[in-house]
């Protein structure tokens, strides 16, 4: 049985970390919606530059190649929010839930009835519905890196399309455009091998 002085500052050693996880948990919420913020100003501008290159007449293949690379600066602001996520909930899971669960666990003397394992656990179980799954599930989680630069991607698409099967879009750039969007899609191709790490980040919470 702890001493009184002993249980005194296990409580205030439980309290710190009950502190710790409500301030992470409050940063997590805050990174959510910074996410709906980027990805709400991205498909914004990323229209208006749309809008704006039917409304030109000059540089509108430099248009055409910036509008996808102004989104991919959107999609890398969001991978900063999802691995800033990925690790905060790393950090509750390993470090602040086993602490608290050895300091309940010391505090109630042991044996079946201390059993606190059970608290703190949504990051746990958050990780083990969307990321401890078949390997196409998690390719496809990992492939959440692109939706902060999806607009863009969506823009390239179209005009590779474009490209593809209108002669008259060919000539208007004179072949301008093909270089500059092959510049478009490398830069989204080294984007997308961030999907990896980011799907680590996440798979880590409960390895």
């Known amino acids: ?7 005194s500052r296990q409580f205030k050693i439980i309290d710190m970390y009950i502190e710790e996880y409500r301030a992470l948990r ?22 208006v530059g749309v809008a704006l290159l039917n ?20 999609g890398l602001l969001y991978l900063a929010q999802e691995s800033s996520l990925a690790v905060a909930a790393q950090y509750l899971n390993k470090k602040v839930k086993p602490a608290v669960v050895s300091l309940l666990e010391r505090k109630a003397g042991g044996g079946d009835s201390a059993d606190a394992s059970g608290i703190f656990g949504w990051e746990e179980f958050r990780a083990g519905k969307l990321y401890n799954v ?10 959440s890196s692109f939706l902060g630069a999806l607009p863009g991607l969506m823009v390239i ?17 004179n ?15 080294l984007f997308g091998f961030s999907g990896c790490w980011l799907k680590d980040l996440y798979s880590g919470i409960t390895s």
Do not use: C
């Open 157 to 173: 698409l179209i005009s590779l399309g474009f490209v593809a099967f209108s002669p008259d879009f060919r000539d208007e750039f």
């Open 55 to 74: 409304v030109i007449h000059t540089h509108r293949v430099i248009v055409l190649f910036v509008i996808p690379l102004v989104s991919l600066i959107f």
């Open 26 to 47: 409050t940063e997590i919420s805050d990174r959510v919606k910074n996410e709906f913020i980027i990805v709400g100003s991205n498909v914004t501008l990323t229209a």
């Open 134 to 143: 078949s390997q196409p599930w998690k390719a496809l989680g990992g492939m």
């Open 1 to 7: 049985m702890a001493e009184p002085d002993d249980q």
């Open 175 to 189: 072949g301008g455009e093909i270089s500059l969007l092959i510049v478009d899609v490398a830069a989204y191709v």
